[in-house]
């Protein structure tokens, strides 16, 4: 089945440890999108790709960069961790950012900062 | 003011009930409408998608767009308590997708 895949489920570092959360996906999607998700929260976009043109949301911290190397991979780096960054993090992709397009989420990295 | 804003609950009702869960956006350039359910630490999954005003009806859900008023329901029909989750509503132009912050709905067996 296509999907979108999270690695790994769950991750725990240490607090100002880079780590880096790993995206991928079989739909052939031209978009993919990172968000942070905190408890009883809506998803905050991050920054999304469309094909390789990068797009940082204005209030992402600089803390927070995004890598794709190609059309199925997307990768969320965070430079140095902040207990404030404790989230589960979200990867989506849509197909082409036209206006009927729909998201589809991978099923999350829990982030723990210790 | 939040571009899309619902009451986080949560909502709790017996199984069988219909449930009415709203939405309200203030993005006019909003053109297509999603309900995404999550359950817990798992990621979303999308429900229902809409473009226009009027109702769409897949199975036991309907969702509803009320673009007048700015107004996005999901009525659940004959509710399961694994329908027990969190659900999503969102909006979108273009690439751009925003999300309210949910309504964490139980169905009690």
């Known amino acids: 089945d296509a999907m979108v895949i999270q690695n790994p489920r769950y991750q725990v570092t240490q607090f100002g440890k880079p780590v880096t959360l790993s995206c991928s996906q079989t739909l052939n999607h031209n978009v993919m999108y990172w968000y942070q998700q905190k408890s009883s929260q809506a998803p905050k976009l991050l920054f999304h790709?469309?094909?390789?043109?990068?797009?940082n949301e204005a209030d992402t911290p600089d803390n927070f960069q995004s890598r794709r190397p190609n059309t199925s991979f997307c990768f969320l780096d965070i430079r140095s961790p902040g207990l404030g960054d404790a989230a589960m993090y979200l990867c989506a992709t849509s197909r082409d950012g036209s206006r009927t397009d729909t998201q589809y989420f991978g099923p999350g990295t829990r982030l723990t900062v210790l | 003011q939040k571009e899309v804003e619902q009451d986080p609950g949560p909502l709790s009702v017996p199984e069988g009930a219909i449930v009415s869960l709203n939405c309200t956006y203030s993005n006019s350039a909003f053109q297509y409408f999603m309900w995404y359910r999550q359950y817990s630490r798992k990621g979303p999954e999308l429900l229902m998608y809409t473009y226009s005003s009027g109702n769409k009806e897949d199975g036991r859900f309907t969702a509803q767009v009320d673009k007048s008023s700015k107004y996005i329901s999901l009525f659940i029909r004959d509710s399961q308590p694994s329908d027990s989750a969190t659900y999503l509503c969102?909006?979108?132009?273009?690439?751009?997708?925003?999300f309210g912050p949910g309504t964490r709905l139980s169905v009690l067996p």
């Open positions: 790709y469309y094909d390789k043109d990068f797009n």
């Open positions: 969102g909006g979108n132009y273009g690439q751009n997708f925003v």
